[in-house]
């Protein structure tokens, strides 16, 4: 009993007396019954006479009425209940179905109401649940007992006792099935006392809160009157509350179709589909059930394959519409099924079913598989693969299509297919989708040979104000278009168009971006990497890892890149463990990976981390494939820039100058053309005369500042921070660390905000804020500064005219006073506070 029924029984058994005119309203099983027995048996304790039924002549004057299932009484005996209810001297206690379109039934109920309120009970609160497996099994329920308990019977008491009582016996493996078993049993058990017109009208009802009577007048073919009486009872019943769980209500239709039959089931669900279909009312969410509960039916089918298409801009919610069009009967789907699974991450299941469609006799089919199949493989890390499949499949007359197979093309160096697949004439209109996607295309081309503003001019009209994919394709236009700016030395415009991907993936479900959101985060990640930000890169390639299911593993692409991007974290943190574990989980996966175009820069990476492991030769194979594969695109500018950066990265950490002269060269050719190459070229030369201890201010200032306004930020605060250690004038180290400082702070000012609306400078692991910084002195402050710029103790005593032992107690202090647990996390905390204040 609710505790509203509780209340009722103790007020009148506090005054039984007294007259009173209640009444109480519930659906089937709520427990109205037993609210008005205790009522009865109340006023009977008291002396009260009780009638069960409208007074009657001869019956005792001033006897309490207590009528149950007054919806059963015919409208004179109603009609007469409201006369009574007019006496002020007399007690009505009535209970009923609360029927909405009984007129005598309702006239009856205004009648109470200008007494006291309507009563209405119904399903058990969770409280009242757990009271009630107390009483019964004599202990305090688990609370996962008592949530499924809630789940299976919607907290209807005459479901929830039955329910109860099985599992008493019954250990805690068996419990969830006994609860669902006891529940159904009670539930077709009451349900048999309904008749056929009631339990029809159910069953279509129970389908979707939207179908009213005019759908059950079409479906049962019955007047428009009688389906409203109809569906009344069938919402009075209390058993199909738009409140209640679709398990509950998938669970009351398979009860009343065990009651009607199958055949009278398929029947009843197939009227409702054609009535649906001929009114053009068929909702996705009926579609689905309909389809989810067996029905098969090419007019289903064909409903179910248009809705999805309608859908194309939430794959999640299409893969789930294409399968159950394919479960409905449906047999020409599976391409548009395989885009929409791969879409939402499912790459397994949409390359098995793209493989399968490879030998199509649809030609349109078997170009849809090539393009999905070779998204798939470099998704991967399987470039090689993915032009294989557009050389089998040879140009194909669709923008999308053709944009795909040379994106994949330039990916692999083979420009000549690249051509070939931007020259097939298109077949289709120039929507906006093949515009984009041919715009895309050919600003890949044109970066191999026009200057970087050109190529990205014609590169930005891929980015369109409707992110969302319609189909799977090798790569994004925002991650092109990012990769572009980064290999241009552009920031501004990589963390403009990175960060407008990142936040459109996060406002959108995740189910839906699955494919492309994980490589949004790790090339904004990248970008603020380069930018010096290490928290917030380590925060975007942390919640990369969060993200991914725990059963599964990252695809190929995105785990060189999370790997990398860790690498590069650990190397400019000066966290030699992290390095070389990121760097070793790193080579693992390049191992196994076709090298790519886009792809050059989480290598070039890895190269550098590698020259300062000594592990240069386990890379140079890939290294050697990689100047390869530039070399057979016509050694672009755009592209082979940052690599050569890398290269001399590498040959001064491995203290070779035969290694760093040919990269030098190579940036020093490409200045005349590039600004990016002519502040690399520069930056270069400059590293090398200050590693020669050869630093002239002017020189190093401009430098750096040229390598900060190309997105190189770090590079820049190393290059003056060696500047400061490699002279021996102090005024000239300090005037090159204010250099780092305001580099530093530079970039921490010119910083976008991120999705959540945070700086992309303080993102990240936590830290003590920037007013924290006044728990250091003067002298440990010198010494954070010296130590976030990757010097070692001996180095930093030097600088500082103190001894390596004093400063290694400057840095226990200053961990103790942050209250760091490690090495890495205090110089995550310094990066955050040792800033200059404004």
Not at 22 to 36: C, E, H, R
Not at 40 to 53: D, K
Not at 429 to 436: D, K, L
Request: proline share 5%.
């Amino acid at each position: 009993m609710t505790r509203a029924a509780r209340d009722i029984v103790a007020a009148l058994t506090a005054a039984p007396g007294e007259p009173v005119k209640l009444l109480v309203s519930g659906g089937i099983g709520s427990g109205k019954s037993s609210v008005l027995a205790a009522v009865r048996s109340a006023l009977r304790s008291a002396g009260v006479t009780v009638l069960t039924r409208p007074p009657r002549s001869g019956d005792e004057p001033g006897a309490a009425v207590v009528i149950d299932d007054a919806h059963l009484l015919d409208d004179g005996e109603l009609e007469q209940l409201v006369d009574l209810v007019a006496d002020p001297a007399s007690t009505v206690v009535v209970a009923t179905e609360p029927l909405a379109h009984r007129p005598a039934l309702r006239a009856l109920a205004t009648a109470i109401e200008r007494e006291n309120p309507v009563v209405s009970i119904g399903a058990l609160s969770l409280p009242d649940v757990t009271h009630m497996a107390t009483e019964i099994l004599g202990a305090t329920p688990a609370p996962e007992f008592v949530r499924a308990l809630m789940v299976s019977t919607a907290g209807l008491p005459f479901l929830v006792q039955p329910a109860i009582t099985a599992t008493a016996t019954r250990d805690e493996e068996a419990l969830a099935a006994a609860i669902e078993e006891a529940a159904s049993y009670a539930l077709i058990e009451r349900l048999r006392r309904l008749d056929e017109p009631a339990l029809d009208t159910m069953l279509v009802t129970s389908l979707s809160p939207e179908l009213g009577p005019d759908d059950v007048a079409a479906t049962l073919r019955v007047g428009a009157q009688d389906a409203q009486l109809l569906v009344d009872r069938a919402r009075a019943s209390g058993l199909i509350e738009p409140s209640h769980s679709q398990m509950f209500l998938r669970s009351v239709h398979r009860c009343i179709a065990q009651i009607l039959g199958a055949a009278r089931h398929h029947d009843t669900e197939t009227a409702l589909l054609v009535s649906q279909i001929e009114s053009s009312t068929l909702s996705a969410d009926l579609a689905l059930r309909l389809a989810e509960h067996g029905l098969r039916d090419d007019r289903l089918a064909d409903a179910l394959s248009n809705i999805a298409a309608d859908n194309h801009r939430q794959p999640a919610r299409a893969a789930r519409l294409y399968r159950a069009a394919k479960e409905a009967g449906a047999t020409k789907l599976n391409s548009r099924l395989a885009d929409a699974l791969a879409l939402t991450g499912d790459c397994a299941t949409a390359g098995r079913i793209a493989d399968e469609l490879l030998g199509s006799q649809d030609p349109a089919e078997r170009a849809a598989a090539v393009r999905i199949a070779a998204s798939i493989a470099v998704h991967d890390g399987s470039a090689a693969q993915a032009a294989d499949l557009f050389r089998w499949l040879g140009p194909y007359p669709d923008a999308f299509v053709g944009a795909a197979g040379a994106i994949v093309s330039v990916a692999v160096g083979d420009l000549p297919a690249a051509r070939a697949a931007l020259g097939a004439e298109s077949a289709g209109p120039p929507t906006s989708t093949s515009r984009a996607a041919r715009s895309l295309a050919e600003g890949l081309m044109s970066s191999l040979e026009a200057p970087y503003p050109a190529a990205v001019a014609r590169l930005g009209q891929a980015i369109t104000a409707e992110q969302q994919p319609t189909g799977v394709a090798p790569d994004t236009p925002a991650a092109l278009v990012t990769l572009a700016a980064l290999h241009g030395g552009d920031p501004v415009r990589a963390r403009s168009v990175i960060g407008r991907a990142v936040r459109a993936s996060l406002e959108d479900s995740p189910d839906n971006t699955a494919f492309i959101a994980r490589r949004h985060r790790l090339l904004l990640g990248w970008v603020r990497m380069l930018d010096g930000h290490l928290s917030a890169a380590t925060a975007d390639v942390t919640a990369v890892a969060a993200d991914t299911d725990s059963t599964a593993t990252l695809h190929r692409r995105d785990a060189l890149w999370a790997a990398a991007l860790q690498t590069a974290i650990a190397r400019r943190s000066g966290d030699s463990g992290a390095l070389q574990r990121h760097w070793y989980a790193a080579a693992e996966v390049l191992a196994e990976y076709s090298m790519d175009l886009y792809s050059l820069l989480p290598l070039g990476e890895l190269w550098v981390a590698a020259a300062r492991l000594r592990q240069v030769d386990r890379l140079q194979h890939t290294i050697d494939e990689a100047f390869a594969l530039l070399q057979s695109l016509g050694n672009p500018l755009l592209w082979s820039v940052p690599l050569h950066w890398a290269g001399v990265h590498a040959g001064i950490l491995a203290n070779s100058p035969d290694a760093v002269a040919p990269h030098g060269q190579a940036l020093t050719a490409a200045a005349g053309q590039s600004p990016f190459a002519k502040a690399l070229s520069t930056a270069g030369r400059t590293w090398l005369r200050v590693l020669a201890d050869h630093v002239d201010t002017d020189e190093v200032g401009a430098a750096a500042r040229a390598l900060s306004q190309f997105g190189l930020t770090w590079d820049a605060t190393r290059l003056a921070g060696q500047a400061a250690l490699h002279t021996p004038d102090g005024r000239v180290s300090g005037a090159m660390l204010q250099l780092a400082r305001d580099l530093k702070q530079a970039t921490a000012l010119d910083a976008t905000p991120t999705a959540g609306g945070a700086d992309v400078a303080d993102t990240g692991a936590p830290g003590p804020s920037r007013t924290s910084s006044t728990k250091l002195s003067d002298r440990e402050r010198e010494v954070a500064e010296l130590l976030l710029l990757g010097m070692p103790y001996r180095d930093i005593g030097t600088q500082l005219f103190i001894s390596a032992k004093t400063v290694e107690h400057h840095v226990a202090r200053i961990r103790r006073r942050l209250g760091a647990e490690s090495r890495s996390e205090m110089l995550s905390m310094l990066r955050a506070i040792v800033t200059p204040q404004t």
